[in-house]
């Protein structure tokens, strides 16, 4: 099983917002382990040392190893919640990991060859990145990095699909007989529309009538009075 961070957590017993506020004030991030055989457990860890690692993307694909009060387990990354206005974590959600029971995690889809494809090098055509991740179901021993689709050989109007990802072995799309979505296509660039200009703006319509002429004031003899 491959372990990319490590955290030591504090078992905690009380529970409720004004614990959680009490924990955040003293620089703790309230979390939660739950999953396995085993009953949901309120954890504190430290809230520095997690706002090293949220950044880096591996976080949320990889097998965490917690050690609370001398003991170990292997975890993956549920849920984070950040703060509205503030660049502090509110809380985290846990599962637990055991080697014989596959998992679901997203995996970040690296792609590569996107500017020497045909369809961009000499056909002028401009990437859409329809997913940049996806759910992947594998055991904990099987669980890579990253999935990574080659663009190398696309032409303009052509789309990749889920289907089209490489999987090592042991790992499968869980939605993929579903669904077989897009993932990344080349298009056109789209073309800006003239601006109109005010010779534009001011000649009439095609096929619209011309304005008609102002009537003369006083049509000649109207109103005179007959003799």
Same mark, same amino acid.
């Given at each position: 099983?491959?372990?990319?961070?490590?955290? %030591?957590?504090? @078992?905690? +017993?009380?529970?409720?917002?004004?614990?959680?506020?009490?924990?955040?004030?003293?620089g703790k991030v309230p979390a939660i382990l739950y999953g396995g055989k085993a009953e949901p457990e309120t954890l504190a860890l430290e809230h520095h040392k997690l706002?090293?690692?949220? =950044?880096?993307?591996?976080?949320?694909?990889?097998?965490?190893?917690? =050690?609370v009060d001398g003991r170990k387990q292997a975890a993956i990354v549920k849920d984070l919640q950040m703060h509205p206005a503030k660049n502090q974590v509110v809380h &985290?959600?846990?599962?637990?990991? %055991?080697?014989?029971?596959?998992?679901? !995690?997203? !995996?970040?889809?690296?792609?590569?060859?996107?500017?020497?494809?045909?369809?961009?090098?000499?056909? +002028?055509?401009?990437?859409?990145?329809?997913?940049?991740?996806?759910?992947? !179901?594998?055991?904990?021993?099987?669980? $890579?990095?990253?999935?990574? &689709?080659? &663009?190398?050989?696309?032409?303009?109007?052509?789309?990749?699909?889920?289907?089209?990802?490489?999987?090592?072995?042991?790992?499968?799309?869980?939605?993929?007989?579903?669904?077989?979505?897009?993932?990344?296509?080349?298009?056109? $660039?789209?073309?800006?529309?003239?601006? $109109?200009?005010?010779? @534009?703006?001011?000649?009439?319509?095609?096929?619209?009538?011309?304005?008609?002429?102002?009537? $003369?004031?006083?049509?000649?003899?109207? +109103?005179?009075?007959?003799?």
């Amino acid at each position: 099983m491959r372990i990319s961070f490590t955290f %030591s957590a504090d @078992a905690r +017993g009380t529970q409720g917002k004004g614990a959680s506020r009490r924990l955040r004030r003293a620089g703790k991030v309230p979390a939660i382990l739950y999953g396995g055989k085993a009953e949901p457990e309120t954890l504190a860890l430290e809230h520095h040392k997690l706002l090293v690692v949220i =950044e880096d993307e591996r976080f949320y694909s990889s097998i965490v190893q917690l =050690e609370v009060d001398g003991r170990k387990q292997a975890a993956i990354v549920k849920d984070l919640q950040m703060h509205p206005a503030k660049n502090q974590v509110v809380h &985290l959600d846990l599962q637990r990991v %055991s080697e014989d029971e596959p998992i679901r !995690l997203h !995996l970040p889809i690296h792609f590569k060859g996107e500017a020497g494809s045909p369809g961009v090098k000499t056909q +002028g055509g401009v990437v859409s990145h329809m997913m940049t991740d996806v759910e992947v !179901l594998c055991l904990p021993k099987d669980l $890579p990095e990253y999935l990574e &689709l080659d &663009l190398s050989e696309m032409n303009i109007n052509d789309t990749k699909f889920l289907a089209d990802i490489p999987l090592p072995p042991g790992v499968t799309i869980p939605h993929l007989a579903h669904r077989n979505a897009a993932v990344v296509s080349i298009h056109s $660039p789209r073309v800006a529309e003239p601006e $109109p200009t005010a010779e @534009a703006a001011a000649a009439p319509a095609e096929g619209a009538a011309a304005p008609a002429a102002a009537a $003369p004031a006083a049509e000649a003899g109207k +109103g005179e009075q007959k003799k």
